[in-house]
């Protein structure tokens, strides 16, 4: 069994519900996150489209964060979920420095690693993750990829268009997204004109007040 995550961007929209069932679930401090919704706004008006890409860990089949641990905290489970072992955590930070996605962080009351786990705790007693069940249009899809008859599996299969983050770092993420703009996922596939800036084009008012 290996099971992973799909994401079908064109179902996704915005609406952040599995960000605040991953919260509430999870019981995740504020300023943290296990999984949270980007946004990217692309095009000028009035041909601008928004584009919503739920992130979270990738789960990778040859994971960085499990490579560096020093204590062994972050370890393969046998369905191939990449776990946190909080009593053996020291709190080094060294998983956050080497995961390339930006998905862990320290826990600030336990002073452990944190991050998404697919709720493994769920899965253990039958249960889909909080954030598939809180999804109202069905994006996120989970199951085992090495069944052939898993909705995932045959969404990959009938789906040219699969894409992961980072593809070129060889970390093999379990975690894929269909039907979704490069723009999404890359952040260095979006246009900047030569020579633009935010502040490019500042300007102030003629005057201040209403007369």
Same mark, same amino acid.
């Given at each position: 069994?290996?099971?992973?995550?799909?994401?079908?961007?064109?179902?996704?929209?915005?609406?952040?519900?599995?960000?605040?069932? #991953? &919260?509430?679930?999870?019981?995740?401090?504020? @300023? %943290?996150?296990?999984?949270?919704? &980007?946004?990217?706004?692309?095009?000028?008006?009035?041909?601008? &489209?928004? @584009?919503?890409?739920?992130?979270?860990?990738?789960?990778?089949?040859?994971?960085? #964060?499990?490579?560096?641990?020093?204590?062994?905290?972050? =370890?393969?489970?046998?369905?191939?979920?990449?776990?946190?072992?909080?009593?053996?955590?020291?709190?080094?930070?060294?998983?956050?420095?080497?995961?390339?996605?930006?998905?862990?962080?320290?826990?600030?009351?336990?002073?452990?690693?944190?991050?998404?786990?697919?709720?493994?705790?769920?899965?253990?007693?039958?249960?889909?993750?909080?954030?598939?069940?809180? #999804?109202?249009? =069905?994006?996120?899809?989970?199951?085992?990829?090495?069944?052939?008859?898993?909705?995932?599996?045959?969404?990959?299969?009938? @789906?040219?268009?699969?894409?992961?983050?980072?593809?070129?770092?060889?970390?093999?993420?379990?975690?894929?997204?269909?039907?979704? %703009?490069?723009?999404?996922?890359?952040?260095?596939? %979006?246009?900047?004109?030569?020579?633009?800036?935010?502040?490019?084009?500042? &300007?102030?008012?003629?005057?201040?007040?209403? @007369?």
């Amino acid at each position: 069994m290996r099971l992973g995550f799909l994401v079908d961007l064109s179902r996704c929209m915005g609406c952040m519900a599995c960000a605040v069932s #991953c &919260k509430a679930e999870n019981d995740v401090p504020l @300023h %943290s996150w296990r999984l949270r919704v &980007k946004y990217i706004d692309q095009g000028e008006f009035p041909e601008v &489209k928004r @584009h919503f890409v739920p992130l979270r860990c990738n789960h990778c089949e040859n994971a960085p #964060c499990e490579r560096i641990c020093p204590v062994s905290a972050l =370890h393969y489970l046998p369905n191939g979920i990449v776990n946190v072992d909080h009593n053996r955590c020291i709190g080094c930070a060294s998983c956050m420095m080497a995961c390339p996605y930006n998905a862990i962080y320290i826990d600030p009351i336990t002073n452990s690693a944190d991050k998404c786990t697919y709720c493994a705790h769920r899965i253990e007693v039958g249960m889909m993750p909080a954030c598939v069940v809180a #999804c109202p249009t =069905h994006a996120n899809i989970f199951g085992d990829l090495d069944d052939p008859e898993s909705e995932i599996s045959k969404y990959l299969k009938e @789906h040219k268009d699969v894409m992961v983050r980072k593809p070129e770092l060889n970390t093999k993420p379990k975690h894929f997204y269909v039907r979704g %703009s490069t723009v999404a996922l890359d952040p260095l596939a %979006s246009e900047r004109p030569e020579g633009y800036t935010l502040f490019t084009e500042v &300007k102030f008012l003629d005057h201040i007040g209403g @007369h």
